[in-house]
């Protein structure tokens, strides 16, 4: 079965820090040594929020008490084709920490965030959370590793 093109990515919160996955384990994997949020891609008839809270729980541990939709986000890569990622931050859940098959789960102070290995246009975004913009539509276009557009809410931004 092919993998749908809707994901969930989710930044879970303490007061300063985010909880990042560091993608180290999967072979093949777009994310390879990068660092991101923890989420996936939805299964057959699950909602946003279905995804959200099963992904979380199986890479984490956790079960979200406390969650905000914050936006949408439209991936386009040369040879990946396009995916359409439903973010949100969650500050509530309940739950132990465990390993995750899918890399290494961390606590990273909010200000330390910009010296890890991000994709270019996770930095957009974290900084659109980090504003508390309201609900936004980014699109972003990249060439393998290279991000040659980003548009927000229609309107280009680089």
Same mark, same amino acid.
């Given at each position: ?37 923890? !989420?996936?891609?939805? =299964?057959?008839? +699950?909602?946003? &929020?279905?995804? *959200?809270?099963?992904?979380?729980? $199986? %890479? ?31 500050? !509530?859940?309940?739950? =132990?920490?465990? +390993?995750?098959? &899918?890399?290494? *789960?961390?606590?990273?102070?909010? $200000? %330390? ?46």
């Amino acid at each position: 079965m092919k993998k749908s093109p809707m994901t969930t990515l989710c930044y879970i919160e303490t007061e300063d820090s985010y909880l990042m996955l560091h993608r180290v384990s999967k072979k093949n994997d777009v994310n390879k040594d990068k660092w991101i949020g923890v !989420g996936g891609h939805f =299964e057959e008839g +699950e909602s946003p &929020e279905e995804c *959200l809270l099963r992904e979380v729980r $199986e %890479e984490t541990g956790l079960t979200l008490t406390s969650w905000r939709f914050r936006g949408i986000v439209t991936f386009t890569q040369e040879d990946y084709g396009t995916e359409y990622m439903c973010l949100y931050t969650a500050d !509530g859940f309940k739950g =132990e920490l465990k +390993e995750c098959a &899918e890399g290494v *789960l961390e606590w990273i102070k909010k $200000e %330390e965030l910009l010296k890890l290995n991000l994709w270019k246009g996770d930095l957009i975004f974290l900084k659109l959370l980090k504003d508390d913009a309201p609900f936004f539509s980014l699109k972003l276009s990249y060439r393998g590793d290279e991000l040659v557009d980003a548009v927000l809410d229609g309107l280009s931004i680089i």
